[in-house]
Every structure is written in C-alpha cells, then in structure tokens.
C-alpha cells in the first residue's frame, strides 16, 4: 500500500469529493458508495444455484496515469487539468518486472518542464483517497459488457472492487461457467486487466455459494457458520479467560488492538443481520476491561 503525504493526500481528498464523488457509477457497481453495502452486493445473488466468481489481478496498480486522464476528459475536464489531475492520483511504479513493460513508459519526446520528464507512467496507489471512485468510473465501459455478458448466459451480474460475480437460480453446468469466464477474460483483458484465476471459483450446487463472505443459497445473504464460530469464540475467552490472556494467546500486540478487531468484527455484523449483533453486542457489554484504561485507547 502507498500512503500519500499529508498535503497530497488533503489534495486527493477534494478531488474525491467534489469531483468523483459526483460521477455515478454502473448499477452493476456496488465497491466505495455511500450507504451501499457489501450485502447489498450479495443480495444481487440471493437463492443461487450456481455462483461464478472471477478476481481481477491487481486492480489498482493495474488502473494507470493515462486511464485517469481518460476519466477526468470524460468528466469534462480540458486535456491539460485531466493531466495535471492524472499527476495528483498516481503514483511512479518503483522497480518491478511488471512496470517495466512497454505500457508503463512514456516516450518523451521534447519536453520543456523538467517537472513532466519522467518516463515512468503512474498507477493509482490503494492508500490514496481518489483511488477507489477511480477504479469505479475506470470500469464504466466495462461493466456494461460483462452485464451484457452475463444477460446473454442467462446469469446476473455484480461487481465489487476486483470482485465480479455471476450468478443463476436455473440449471447450469460447469462447461458454461468455464466458457464465461473465457469471456469475462476477453473483455477484461481488452481493457489491459488480468484474471486471477487462483481466484476464480465455479461453486455449484451443494457448494458453499459465498459472496464477498456471505453466504446467497437462501432468501437473504447471511453470515457464515465460521464467522459466527469465530466471534463467539474471541467473546467466549475474553469473558472466560481475560482479555489480556485472550490477546496474548491470539497473537494481538495489544488489549487496545483485540478490542479494535472484535468491535469492527460487530460492526460488520450490525449490517448484515441486526438480530444476531444485538446477542453478540450483549455479551461484548459484559466483558471486563482492564482498569484504567484510556478512552482514546477504545477509539
């Protein structure tokens, strides 16, 4: 990950607001939008049968400079603000393999601003706050293909972050799924991405259908047997064991550092299924916390 500094950073962030926080994205595009939810993603695919899931190989650092010019020209802007806009977002490939592929070098020409001589071409950065609803709008031509794509073999549709999902409640068969994403492949590939297929997954019925971690085989998304187990677990020792115990078996750095991890573990919970938070938010109340302990700590 690479962090911008303060100023930069304070920069992107405007940008992110008042400029890509303003474009839509597809409706198929559920990653980094306000009051859309990673359940709202899985509800797409609530009751399949079959689920296809298809991982793009590094997304970010795969978005580069002259995709974000192309973005902002898009939005309106003239060449030389996308340009300068492309400048602010991304950041210049260190030393890899990958970024020294012909894609990744600028020819110069004759330049006359020492500032636009580099001959490295810049990709988005994850830490940055402009990368996310980049990546969105850098899709926007894409997703309508996969969409389309997807109407064709009878399935529906989602995308989040790197994630795409296929999926149908009908018969289906492995050959297909295989033959979509061949294709889903294709249309990618023409936009200069890569399929991870260490990722890609064909689950078909009897097969833990799961999308971004929740499970679609019923009528609404729902948290898996494994992640209730573990958060019963880490609420279970901290109640039975003490904290300080608990942290130091799991292997936490610090008390402030499990109670972090377990509240965002509720918090996640609290939007998927309410009635399952408030049993766990419960017993969490009930657990004894060293004393004193600074309310900054908690934060």
Known sequence: MSVPEAELRRVQKWI???????????????????KISIRDCAAQHRGAKWVIKVDIS????????RHAFDVFVKLGYRSLIAFEMARIVT?????????LA??????????TIAQYTDSRVGFLPQGAPSSPLLSNLFMMDVDPKLEALAVQHGLRYSRYSDDMTFS???????????????????????????????KTRIIPPGGRRMVLGL?????????SRKFRDTLRMHIYHMKNHGVQYHAERRGFDSVSG??????????????????????????????????PWPDAERV
Do not use: Q
């Not at 590094?58 to 400079?65: C, K, L, P, Y």
């Not at 950041?91 to 970024?99: F, G, I, L, T, V």
């Open 102 to 111: 012909a894609p990744w070098k600028r020819d110069l020409g004759t330049y």
């Open 168 to 198: 149908t409640r009908g018969e289906y068969s492995r050959e297909r799924a295989k033959k979509l994403v061949h294709a889903v492949a294709a249309v990618i590939r023409a936009k200069g991405l890569r399929v991870n297929t260490a």
């Open 16 to 34: 992110h607001t008042h400029i890509l926080s303003k474009a839509k994205a597809h409706p198929a595009c559920f990653s980094f939008l306000r």
């Open 215 to 223: 499970l679609v085989d019923g009528s609404e998304p729902r948290l």
């Open 91 to 99: 950041d210049a490939p260190r030393s890899s393999k990958r970024y």
């Open 258 to 291: 499990l109670y972090r991890h377990v509240k965002g573990l509720l918090d996640y919970v609290k939007s998927i299924d309410l009635s399952y938070w408030g049993k766990m938010s419960s017993a969490f109340a009930e657990i004894v916390w060293p004393n």
């Open 58 to 65: 590094a997304f970010f650092g795969s978005v580069s400079e």
